[in-house]
C-alpha cells in the first residue's frame, strides 16, 4: 500500500506553546488530506479535510483558529496547535487520499502523541 | 443514533479460532467499506476495501458487504496472536456528494487472540 510518514510520533509541550504536525506522501501525490484526533479507546473522530492550494474544510465544533492547516505542496499538509492546551492533549493522525480509478482509499499515518503539561 | 455501529467488545479468542468482526450502518449513500487493524499506539492500517455487496478474500481475512442489510462483516481464519488489535470499519459516500473522500468510523472492536 502506499505510504503515508507523520512526524513528530511524539511530542510533549508546556501549555500556551504551538506544535506543529506534518503529514507526507510519500509515494503518490495527495490532493486530499484528512486530519483525524482519537482519544483513548475511541474512534477516530474527523476534524478537517485538508485541500492542496485551497482552505481546509472543518467539522463542525472544531475551531480552525486553534487548529492550523495549511496544504503547500501535492505531498504535504501541515497541522499545527496553536496555544496548546492541556484539553489538547490526544493522538493526531493524518490521512491522504489516493484515488485510483473509482477506488478512493485513505492511507494513514503513523500519528502523533501530543501531550501537554 | 450513530452512522456506524460498531461492538467495541472486547472480544478474546483462542489461537487458530474464526473471529467474526460486524458493523452495521444508517446511511444509505455509503457505497465503499472498509477494514482498518490499529495497533496500540500507532496509526491504523487498511486490511480490506470492498466496493459492492458479496464477498472479498484475502488470504485468512475475509470482508463480506451486505447493502440491503446494511451490514458488513470482516472474518478472520486462523486467528494468531499476532492479529490481537483494535479493528476500525470505515465507510464513505461515493463521488458527486458533497461528502465524497469522507470516512466515517465505527468504533473499533479491541480483539485479543490468546495462545
Known amino acids: 500500500g502506499a505510504v503515508v510518514s507523520q512526524h513528530p510520533s511524539w511530542v510533549i509541550c508546556k501549555s500556551g506553546t504551538s506544535v506543529k504536525i506534518e503529514c507526507r506522501s510519500l509515494?503518490?501525490?495527495?490532493?486530499?488530506m484528512f486530519w483525524y484526533r482519537q482519544f483513548p479507546k475511541q474512534s477516530l473522530m474527523l476534524m478537517a479535510t485538508?485541500?492542496?492550494?485551497?482552505?481546509?474544510?472543518?467539522e463542525q465544533g472544531v475551531e480552525k483558529d486553534k487548529f492550523l492547516i495549511n496544504h503547500a505542496s501535492l505531498t504535504l499538509s501541515t497541522l499545527t496547535v496553536t496555544s496548546a492546551h492541556p484539553e489538547d492533549s490526544s493522538f493526531y493522525i493524518c490521512?491522504?487520499?489516493?484515488?485510483?480509478?473509482?477506488?478512493?482509499?485513505?492511507?494513514f499515518g503513523a500519528g502523533t502523541r501530543l501531550s501537554v503539561l | 443514533q450513530k452512522e456506524v455501529e460498531q461492538d467495541p467488545g472486547p472480544l478474546s479468542v483462542p489461537e487458530g479460532a474464526i473471529v467474526s468482526l460486524n458493523c452495521t450502518y444508517s446511511?444509505?449513500?455509503?457505497?465503499?467499506f472498509m477494514w482498518y487493524r490499529q495497533y496500540s499506539r500507532k496509526g491504523p492500517e487498511l486490511l480490506m476495501y470492498?466496493?459492492?455487496?458479496g464477498n472479498k478474500e484475502d488470504g485468512r481475512f475475509t470482508a463480506q458487504v451486505d447493502k440491503s442489510s446494511k451490514y458488513i462483516s470482516l472474518f478472520i481464519r486462523d486467528s494468531q496472536p499476532s492479529d490481537s488489535a483494535t479493528y476500525l470499519c470505515?465507510?464513505?459516500?461515493?463521488?458527486?456528494?458533497?461528502?465524497?473522500?469522507?470516512?466515517?468510523f465505527g468504533q473499533g472492536t479491541i480483539l485479543t487472540v490468546h495462545p
Open positions: 509515494d503518490f501525490q495527495a490532493t486530499t
Open positions: 446511511n444509505s449513500a455509503f457505497q465503499y
Open positions: 470505515a465507510m464513505g459516500a461515493g463521488a458527486g456528494g458533497t461528502s465524497y473522500g469522507k470516512l466515517t
Open positions: 490521512t491522504a487520499r489516493f484515488n485510483i480509478g473509482t477506488k478512493n482509499i485513505q492511507y
Open positions: 485538508s485541500n492542496e492550494g485551497s482552505k481546509a474544510t472543518y
Open positions: 470492498t466496493y459492492s455487496s
